[in-house]
């Protein structure tokens, strides 16, 4: 049974945490003092302390102290007291360690609320996209390791093939919708330089947690293929944008490179370090992001769409949408099948083409939000990365779902 000393008894009135009656079957002892000294023998009910009184159990075990006889008391808690407590403290934990698993809620909920309230989200403005970026990409190197990183890159040709399904399907992709959207639908070029912008960021943070839920073996290897392609994103996403956009709009290479370094490289630097140097201080910090993150998430989610509300409502909102829903669909299966098709001899090649196809049809739409508002004057721009933010997580969710239970 655990123990509490006669300060630690004073500590617990300090902080108004009193103790309620109980009936014990022993005698207790009582004193009005505010000084707490050794009680002899003696049975009365209440000690009080101050203007409050406090009803318990005292002990008192003669011992020999400086060759006098004394009564130190302590106050004994039960085993099952001090078991409720911990468990109460280990709950809350557990829920705010648990708090991801209502990322798919979260997803639905703020889509709907941006949709049908927009003053909900707007004031989320378009610069606190870059910090809301840079928070998840910090809760991300918090809850990485070297070891995670070690043991997946075991597989550097699961690694490679990640890479080049986000970093050559998806923009070809992209390209193609991007044109199709231009000369085929007759949407403005702001709108097509929007598709091709999403196709050229790097994975999205959300394929690590659908493959945790579907493989979780494989978890690792997502987060080093997501961190791989998130960390190249400096010079690669650039790159790709002044290929595929700058025939048509003016893009700031230099400007990107320096923006994603502090939007991305610099946040996940900092929670790999604050986790290997000061690993206390991590611990404790790891507990509160998942909530912290989701609350970040719904902001993040809600927002585009409220701020966009208008052009994602116009006529023409209807067809990004189509080509948005169709771009994300085809790089899924484009992950699935192209896995299947060169890994056919893994002897875990579901489970792979599973990752592969999330890592494929998933991408940080908020980055490409974040560099649309940025870099780019005209505001359509932004109106595929806001409609994609939402399409590709509830999309993922979704094969989630659809994957587990063929499973089970």
């Not at 949709?115 to 809760?139: C, D, E, H, I």
Request: glycine residues 6%; hydrophobic residues 50%.
């Amino acid at each position: 049974m655990g123990v509490i000393s006669p300060i630690e008894t004073l500590f617990l009135k300090s902080q108004h945490r009193l103790l309620q009656p109980r009936d014990y079957s022993y005698p207790v002892v009582s004193h009005k003092t505010q000084r707490v000294a050794n009680f002899p023998h003696c049975s009365f009910s209440f000690l009080s302390l101050g203007s409050s009184s406090v009803d318990f159990p005292l002990r008192s075990d003669l011992i020999l102290q400086n060759g006098r006889l004394s009564f130190p008391w302590r106050r004994y808690v039960s085993e099952s007291e001090s078991a409720e407590v911990y468990n109460e403290k280990v709950s809350i934990m557990e829920v705010l360690k648990k708090a991801n698993s209502f990322i798919p809620h979260v997803i639905l909920s703020s889509t709907i609320l941006a949709l049908l309230y927009p003053p909900s989200f707007t004031w989320f403005k378009p610069r606190y996209f870059v910090p809301g970026l840079g928070f998840m990409m910090f809760a991300v190197g918090i809850n990485s390791n070297e070891r995670d990183f070690l043991e997946a890159l075991k597989r550097p040709d699961a690694i490679f093939a990640g890479y080049i399904g986000q970093y050559l399907i998806k923009p070809l992709l992209g390209y193609m919708f991007g044109l199709i959207a231009v000369s085929l639908f007759k949407l403005p070029t702001p709108i097509g330089a929007g598709i091709m912008l999403v196709s050229c960021v790097s994975g999205a943070q959300l394929s690590n947690y659908t493959t945790f839920l579907t493989d979780p073996s494989l978890a690792p290897l997502s987060i080093v293929m997501t961190s791989i392609s998130t960390a190249t994103a400096a010079l690669v996403t650039p790159m790709l944008s002044l290929l595929l956009i700058g025939k048509k709009l003016p893009v700031d290479v230099v400007g990107m490179v320096s923006s994603i370094l502090q939007v991305v490289v610099t946040p996940i630097a900092a929670g790999l370090l604050l986790n290997r140097l000061f690993p206390r201080l991590s611990n404790a910090i790891k507990p509160f992001l998942p909530a912290l993150t989701l609350i970040d998430m719904a902001c993040c989610i809600g927002a585009p769409l409220a701020l966009n509300i208008d052009s994602i409502l116009s006529p023409f909102g209807a067809t990004i949408l189509l080509l948005v829903i169709t771009f994300h669909l085809l790089a899924f299966v484009a992950g699935y099948f192209l896995t299947g098709l060169f890994f056919s001899k893994a002897p875990d090649v579901k489970a792979l083409q599973r990752t592969l196809s999330y890592e494929t049809g998933m991408q940080s739409s908020l980055l490409a939000l974040a560099l649309a508002t940025k870099f780019f004057q005209d505001p359509l721009v932004g109106v595929p990365p806001a409609i994609s933010t939402v399409v590709m997580s509830l999309m993922g969710v979704s094969l989630v779902t659809i994957w587990k239970n063929r499973k089970e």
